[in-house]
């Protein structure tokens, strides 16, 4: 339990002194921000601070910070380091400069912010990859939620029926102006969020359970090495490449530059924080890793977190816990198809203040996410996950050629090279040993991936030298 607390402290600490030190290197000023200057009604609509600050957590903390957290906590009390150090030193700064960096930008997408700082080929390559991964997460927080509400409800409203009911949802989210559905409701929703949490966290202190001690050694649950399996395990609770698609969104919606770390910075350590609980609480309940990892094989996820709620906090506690699960995916699978939208209108020069142009991008994306929620989520969510860390990387290479660009040094553009350069070697190797991926040994994935990172890196220190 003292290195849980310990935890949060880091967190709370690295938002006062290295989110400081972000924010300087990006310096932020009095310029007029694109919700302002353009403010169309539909995306670029004016956000107070603090609503801004909620929709940005919801839009980021899908199944993701509670999902990946519970699997990444099999590796035993390891993953806390990679949570704290990951999100203060990678996941944060890759969501501030992204987000700062579109708001300098008119609010454009990662790939067009690619397409600017690392050219055409990259940004027509993160076109076709964004909005894939935006499909993956959509469908992913479509299938995850639907278990859950089966499990609340009768049994005549199934799986499929809540999944039709979602998507209806979406449609309408990803249509209306971002202050109709989106910012009206995230508000109350960000509660319930903040609310689970500190239930989760609050059971496990009230039913005396044990929270094991970080160590520097790790677990191998199914085999898997925590190099790199529980770098992409736990992606969305330290650093997450889902983000970069996200953070744009409410850079249309700031009123100033100087709350981007507020926003941006913030709601990623707040997410690590949910991350954290449930990491906690995942080992706390079960024990062991050992029986975390049964229990995940035999239930699935939404069957341990159901497990997990109605166990530390009762029946109406655990509802009250599942509601929240629920609506972290829901809210962060709308603003996924709101995101896919949005680059789409990119792509082909729509205008989205139509409700036509709207109609004719919206249907065939929810349609196509429609399809793949029939396939197994297990399958989705490994895929999910390497897409998702692949771009992690690529953003925060696309954040390092902003600094280069922008006359910052060398030490300062460190700031996202580093962990530009550690996601490349996580990314390379995981693609190259992983099922889904090549399903070589770490005899080739290890040396093949630190090389690759090592050439992200040289080539980094050589574009700095012939900086302008």
């Not at 996820?301 to 109605?310: L, N, R």
């Not at 009762?314 to 699978?333: E, K, N």
Request: glycine fraction near 10%; charged fraction near 10%.
């Amino acid at each position: 339990m003292i290195s849980l607390i310990i935890s949060f402290v880091v967190l709370l600490v690295g938002y006062f002194t290295y989110g400081k030190l972000v924010e300087k290197i990006f310096l932020p000023d009095d310029r007029v921000t694109p919700a302002n200057r353009i403010n169309d009604g539909v995306d670029f609509v004016p956000m107070k601070t603090w609503k801004a600050f909620l929709v940005q957590l919801l839009n980021i903390a899908g199944t993701g910070p509670i999902f990946g957290a519970l699997m990444g906590a099999c590796f035993g009390p390891v993953v806390f380091l990679w949570i704290i150090f990951g999100s203060v030193l990678g996941g944060a700064v890759h969501d501030f400069m992204v987000g700062m960096i579109s708001e300098r930008h008119d609010g454009s997408s990662i790939a067009e912010l690619s397409g600017i700082y690392l050219g055409k080929g990259a940004k027509y390559f993160m076109r076709l990859f964004s909005v894939l991964l935006l499909l993956l997460t959509g469908t992913v927080f479509v299938t995850s939620p639907a278990a859950l509400i089966a499990r609340l409800t009768p049994d005549m409203f199934t799986n499929k029926f809540w999944v039709v009911v979602i998507l209806i949802y979406y449609v309408l989210a990803t249509l209306l102006p971002i202050d109709k559905i989106i910012g009206r409701l995230y508000p109350v929703f960000g509660v319930v969020l903040i609310t689970m949490a500190v239930c989760i966290f609050g059971g496990i202190i009230a039913g005396g359970y044990h929270v094991p001690e970080i160590t520097l050694s790790g677990m191998h649950p199914e085999g898997l090495p925590v190099w790199p399996f529980m770098f992409i395990t736990v992606a969305c609770g330290a650093i997450s490449g889902f983000h970069a698609t996200q953070s744009p969104m409410m850079s249309k919606c700031i009123t100033t530059e100087r709350d981007g770390r507020k926003v941006f910075y913030g709601a990623m350590l707040a997410e690590s924080v949910i991350a954290l609980v449930w990491a906690a609480g995942g080992v706390a309940f079960y024990g062991t890793t050992d029986v975390l990892n049964k229990a995940l094989s035999d239930m699935g996820q939404s069957g341990v977190v159901y497990d997990i709620s109605t166990g530390m906090l009762g029946v109406v506690g655990g509802i009250l816990a599942i509601v929240g699960v629920i609506v972290c995916p829901v809210t962060s699978g709308d603003t996924a198809f709101r995101s896919a939208r949005l680059i789409l209108s990119e792509m082909t020069g729509l205008s989205q203040k139509s409700i036509k142009n709207r109609l004719i991008i919206t249907l065939p994306l929810l349609g196509c996410g429609a399809i793949l929620t029939q396939l197994d989520f297990n399958v989705l969510w490994r895929y999910f996950s390497w897409s998702n860390q692949t771009l992690a990387m690529i953003s925060l290479w696309v954040a390092t050629a902003y600094l280069i660009k922008n006359g910052r040094s060398k030490w300062n553009s460190f700031l996202t090279a580093f962990p530009a350069t550690f996601m490349s070697a996580v990314s390379m190797t995981y693609i190259i040993m992983a099922d889904e991926g090549l399903g070589l040994g770490a005899g080739v994935a290890y040396p093949v991936g630190i090389i690759f990172a090592a050439a992200c890196f040289i080539f980094y220190l050589y574009k700095w030298s012939k900086r302008a």
